[in-house]
């Protein structure tokens, strides 16, 4: 293959010469620069000269029966914060958003939340035991699941602590760790409501208590109203089995509800008169609000989006001209209806385009097709879901939560583009 240098010569650096040597290098040009290009035929090697991978044959059918992604996107990765917990068993890994596109998350890198480590429970030995206050308590393999109607859905799946490092300021600079402790996978499953109707709910049966098959068991209490209502037993996700570390073979799925709920390496469902938590312990899950007192019970994922990309971990790096701004929103409270984006910290907004119509709970892909003028922005974005709910801004959260909370964090982010194409975590008043 020919060096693309020497094929610029070292002549005099015409406006041509670095054009060229911009495309050889594979540097985007500016939009006003494309007009160039048609003055006469670049020598560029990667469309003039046949490379390697058409030269010779590629892999067999049989080189990977389960296929990984390709070696180039080896960064597209979960990632660990490791001063967030002090070890990782009990621990949390960011799903890389910023590199994404779509909504699906790729099993392989959506975020784990474990507190005593992922666990490996073969189907063989797998068991679901429903009691309490039923009719009739229940066993069930991983083959009685499988003999139940299913149902097939999209949600996202965000752990309560999702941005809750952002509370007292801008700390953590990129998406993926802003707001990475979120997933959106199409489960299959049994409707929890049909294996309670099995077992026969009693009228006391206000509450169930689930608990995972882990040394932690993650023992959490869920209102009947939710149970019967949407909550599934899942054991496929993205249309595989569930990963491991997502709770193979059986996860709780609880649709719009903070992640903790969603209990891995599900054992045990309880009908209960109470919450559990009620007679044992108190919630650790609690958000600290602003004159000291606490707030409990906080289920529901309110309203969030975040701009994904130009961000800090994706810099602008083709100059001024087209740019694509796009971003995931979603809402635990039905279909996200629109998202709005600005430029400027939230003083003038334009609406997104939503790559297709909002899902209940489940995640929006958003595009703003934008001309880059190439001056600083900040950029923000607002989702509206369709209760009217508007995305609040992160002062306005703080004014009713104050600054100590940990969870329930969806406040607006502002990324602060540079006029080089760079970006960081910032916060502008509001
Ligand atoms: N059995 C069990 N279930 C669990 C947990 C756990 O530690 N054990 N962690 C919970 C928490 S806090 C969250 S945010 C979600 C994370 O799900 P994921 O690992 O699929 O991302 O699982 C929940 N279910
Ligand atoms: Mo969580």
């Not at 073979?249 to 054992?267: D, Q, T, Y």
């Amino acid at each position: 293959m020919s060096d693309p240098v020497s094929k610029i010569g070292a002549g005099v650096a015409t406006r041509r010469s670095v054009l060229r040597a911009g495309l050889a290098a594979g540097v985007a040009l500016p939009a006003g620069a494309l007009a160039a290009r048609a003055e006469g035929p670049v020598p560029d090697p990667l469309i003039t000269e046949v490379q390697d991978w058409a030269r010779y044959n590629g892999d067999g059918v049989d080189a990977f029966p389960y296929g990984t992604p390709i070696r180039f996107e080896s960064d597209v990765i979960r990632r660990n914060v490791p001063w967030l917990t002090a070890d990782v068993i009990s621990s949390i890994n960011f799903t890389p958003i910023h590199a994404l596109d779509g909504t699906i998350t790729p099993a392989g890198c959506s975020f784990e939340r474990h507190h005593s480590g992922a666990i490996e429970l073969a189907k063989p030995d797998y068991r679901l035991m429903l009691n309490g206050l039923v009719d009739r308590p229940l066993v069930f393999t991983y083959d009685d699941l499988m003999r139940f109607p299913r149902e097939q859905r999209v949600y996202f799946c965000e752990c309560a602590a999702n941005s809750g490092m952002e509370w007292a300021g801008a700390q953590l600079n990129g998406s993926q760790y802003t707001h990475g402790m979120i997933h959106n996978m199409e489960y299959v499953g049994v409707k929890l409501s049909t294996l309670l109707e099995e077992a026969g709910v009693q009228p006391e049966g206000e509450w169930i208590y689930v608990e995972g098959a882990d040394a932690s068991s993650n023992g959490r209490s869920i209102p009947m109203e939710k149970a019967m209502d949407d909550v599934m037993v899942a054991f496929k996700a993205n249309g595989e089995a569930l990963r491991k570390e997502h709770g193979y073979p059986v996860r709780l799925v609880v649709p719009g509800w903070e992640g903790n709920l969603w209990i891995k390496w599900l054992r045990r469902i309880e009908v209960t008169d109470v919450p559990v938590q009620a007679r044992e312990e108190t919630s650790k899950y609690t958000d600290t609000l602003a004159d000291g007192t606490s707030r409990k019970w906080t289920w529901v994922m309110d309203a969030k989006s975040v701009v994904t990309a130009p961000s800090p971990q994706v810099p602008i790096t083709h100059g001024p001209g087209p740019l694509v701004i796009t971003g995931l929103a979603w809402s635990g409270r039905g279909a996200i209806t629109r998202v709005d984006v600005s430029i400027d910290g939230g003083r003038n907004w334009r609406e997104a385009r939503l790559a297709a119509p909002g899902q209940s709970m489940a995640m929006t892909r958003f595009y703003l097709d934008f001309d880059w003028d190439g001056s600083e922005m900040l950029l923000q974005s607002r989702a509206i879901d369709e209760t009217g709910y508007v995305q609040p801004t992160k002062d306005a959260l703080r004014e009713i939560r104050g600054t100590n909370s940990i969870y329930h964090n969806n406040g607006i982010q502002t990324w602060w583009i540079k006029e080089d194409g760079s970006a960081e975590n910032v916060e502008v008043s509001s």
